[in-house]
């Protein structure tokens, strides 16, 4: 119980950092969140929260000077991306990027072949990743609760699977890459409802700073 506790403090803490801090810009809140939190404690916040892309951005925060100027990267990016792919949706949280990609957007119904059409708007993200090239890339498959766990589960990793394997053909380099699936363990949306379930059914790209742009944000933060 005490740990539940504790883990449910922490998620409040940070909500009320992302919520409250509504004047501050997202790199300031950036580096307000990795202060408080800490990887550590970013983890426990994305397993409370059900929510792994949180978890793992978090997670991943640095925070101080350092981070505000990774942050800084990542809005610029993010930008980028959101002008570049307008079939993806794109998110800034703490000091990484989430960009979601509906599986319908990417594969037909039930498969995990990429389509033409997936192809055409993977090869805008790629375009963006490539001129960012001092990030990592966690490529999370999910699907949603129809069907068996343990065939969601293959699927969403074959899924994962066929977009890291794009972006390996697309020059970007294996180092930067993590594949990963979920199948129907992590929800964002009401697998109630047939529209909950069509966003369920979804790619996620967790982008983070890897360690050379961490340690060029900190010499710029020491000067």
Same mark, same amino acid.
């Given at each position: 119980?005490?740990?539940?506790?504790?883990?449910?403090?922490?998620?409040?803490?940070?909500?009320? /950092?992302?919520?409250?801090? %509504?004047?501050?810009?997202?790199?300031?809140?950036?580096? @307000?969140?990795?202060?408080?939190?800490?990887? %550590?404690?970013?983890?426990v916040i994305g397993k409370a929260a059900g929510n792994t892309a949180l978890g793992a951005i978090i997670g991943a925060t640095v925070g101080g000077a350092t981070g505000a100027i990774i942050g800084r990267e990542m809005d610029?990016? @993010? %930008?980028?991306?959101?002008?570049?792919?307008?079939? @993806?949706?794109?998110?800034? =949280?703490?000091?990484?990027? =989430? =960009?979601? *990609?509906?599986?319908?957007? /990417?594969?037909?119904?039930?498969?995990?072949? /990429?389509?033409?059409?997936?192809?055409? $708007?993977?090869?805008?993200?790629?375009?963006?990743?490539? @001129?960012?090239?001092?990030?990592? #890339?966690?490529?999370?498959?999910?699907?949603?609760?129809?069907?068996?766990?343990?065939?969601?589960?293959?699927?969403?990793?074959?899924?994962?699977?066929?977009?890291?394997?794009?972006?390996?053909?697309?020059? #970007?380099?294996?180092?930067?890459?993590?594949?990963?699936? *979920?199948?129907?363990?992590?929800?964002?949306?009401?697998?109630?409802?047939?529209?909950?379930?069509?966003? $369920?059914?979804?790619?996620? *790209?967790?982008?983070? %700073?890897?360690?050379?742009?961490?340690?060029?944000?900190?010499?710029?933060?020491?000067?």
């Amino acid at each position: 119980m005490k740990k539940i506790n504790i883990a449910a403090m922490i998620v409040v803490v940070v909500s009320l /950092l992302l919520s409250g801090c %509504a004047s501050m810009n997202k790199t300031t809140k950036g580096a @307000a969140v990795g202060t408080a939190a800490g990887g %550590a404690m970013g983890a426990v916040i994305g397993k409370a929260a059900g929510n792994t892309a949180l978890g793992a951005i978090i997670g991943a925060t640095v925070g101080g000077a350092t981070g505000a100027i990774i942050g800084r990267e990542m809005d610029k990016q @993010a %930008a980028e991306i959101e002008q570049t792919v307008p079939d @993806a949706k794109v998110e800034r =949280v703490g000091e990484g990027i =989430v =960009v979601e *990609f509906s599986s319908a957007v /990417l594969f037909g119904f039930d498969q995990s072949d /990429l389509s033409a059409d997936a192809k055409v $708007n993977l090869d805008k993200l790629v375009k963006v990743l490539n @001129a960012y090239p001092d990030t990592n #890339i966690e490529v999370q498959g999910h699907t949603d609760s129809k069907g068996t766990e343990t065939y969601n589960q293959a699927l969403s990793e074959r899924r994962a699977g066929s977009v890291s394997a794009y972006l390996l053909a697309s020059q #970007i380099k294996g180092e930067r890459i993590t594949t990963k699936g *979920f199948g129907e363990t992590m929800p964002e949306y009401d697998n109630e409802t047939e529209d909950g379930r069509a966003q $369920n059914r979804r790619v996620e *790209f967790l982008i983070t %700073a890897n360690e050379k742009m961490i340690a060029e944000a900190a010499a710029k933060a020491e000067k």
